[in-house]
């Protein structure tokens, strides 16, 4: 069963004074303009085990157990992982 890309919450795992993880939030906001879907943002510096797991690979996108992007948005992967989960 797919998803309505309505109901789809897309992850950012980042962390604060992150100039890479900013532009990545940034960029999602303004796709949200266009394709709607909820965004969260988790600081992994917050939980030991996403800090351990991610490291200095933030941000990354995921979705669920999907990973979308890391370092920096690629809104045609964004674009072709909403198109085959809704």
């Known amino acids: 069963m797919t998803a309505s890309v309505d109901s789809v919450r897309l992850t950012v ?3 604060n004074c992150c100039h890479l993880c900013t532009d990545m939030i940034s960029g999602l906001r303004q796709l949200q303009a266009n394709v709607p879907f ?3 943002i988790i600081d ?3 939980d030991p085990e996403l800090e351990r ?3 200095e ?3 990354v996108l995921v979705h669920g ?3 979308i992007c890391h ?3 690629d809104r045609a992967a964004v674009a072709d992982y ?3 989960i809704c």
């Open 13 to 15: 795992l980042g962390r």
């Open 38 to 40: 909820e965004l969260e």
């Open 44 to 46: 992994i510096d917050a």
């Open 53 to 55: 797991r991610y490291g």
């Open 57 to 59: 690979k933030v941000p």
């Open 65 to 67: 157990g999907d990973e």
């Open 71 to 73: 370092f920096h948005l």
């Open 82 to 84: 909403l198109a085959k």
